[in-house]
């Protein structure tokens, strides 16, 4: 089982730059969502999708959209990256029915300089 | 607002010693607690959960029970291992919600 895939797993940018981050996940889970880790502060939600078509802001939106065309894939965009993007990226995905966990993938790792 | 607040770490002990990690919560009605473990560079992996109140979650020798009455859901092992040197992570999930709320993480290392 493939779970949650998220690619890449490095990636350093240039201020200004944009970039894709990939999320795919095989559970057929109707909800997913992109977090953010950064020392001391835990996960926070960057956006988050209830079904494909309808996608919604989390905590930090700001400098990042989103996508949700087919139930497989949620890729985030950065629009142009500041070093304050500088973080560890998660992709997570559930099924919406109560109790249920989130699965998350390998994390990508960002640095924009 | 719903919200998860956990010990601060590092936590250091010694191979065998006994854990405690505390996480309480804040939220309406009977949110589902969870507990994430993640290994260095690795993504968060579920832990153990509990969906309702007294229910006690347990995985790989952990425990944490579900205290409506105190809120809180904290995190224990009789005898830690070198390999449970990891981050963990409370979570919550407020009822009738997709959201998944975490608290910031308590860092263990256990030295042989």
């Known amino acids: 089982n493939a779970g949650v895939t998220q690619t890449p797993k490095f990636q350093v940018l240039k201020t200004g730059q944009s970039m894709t981050l990939q999320c795919a996940q095989d559970?057929?889970?109707?909800?997913m969502s992109w977090y953010r880790q950064d020392p001391g502060m835990g996960l926070r939600l960057i956006h988050y999708?209830?079904?494909?078509?309808?996608?919604d802001q989390g905590e930090v939106p700001n400098g990042y959209n989103v996508s949700r065309s087919t139930t497989e894939d949620f890729p985030l965009r950065l629009l142009s990256a500041a070093p304050s993007q500088t973080s560890v990226y998660f992709c997570?995905?559930?099924?919406?029915?109560?109790?249920?966990?989130?699965?998350f993938g390998q994390g990508t790792r960002l640095t924009v300089v | 607002g719903d919200s998860v607040t956990q010990m601060e770490g590092p936590v250091t002990l010694s191979e065998e010693a006994f854990l405690t990690i505390n996480c309480t919560y804040t939220?309406?009605?009977?949110?589902?607690l969870f507990w994430y473990v993640q290994y260095p560079g690795e993504g968060l992996q579920l832990l153990l959960k509990?969906?309702?109140?007294?229910d006690k979650g347990s995985n790989k020798g952990f425990e944490a029970t579900y205290r409506k009455e105190t809120t809180s859901f904290h995190l224990e092992k009789g005898s830690v291992q070198v390999s449970d040197s990891a981050v963990y992570f409370c979570a919550l999930r407020p009822s009738g919600t997709y959201k998944y709320i975490f608290g910031t993480g308590t860092r263990l290392k256990v030295l042989a």
């Open positions: 509990a969906t309702k109140a007294d």
């Open positions: 559970m057929n889970h109707e909800y």
């Open positions: 999708s209830v079904g494909a078509g309808i996608t």
């Open positions: 997570a995905s559930s099924y919406s029915r109560k109790y249920t966990e989130a699965f």
């Open positions: 939220a309406t009605g009977y949110p589902s």
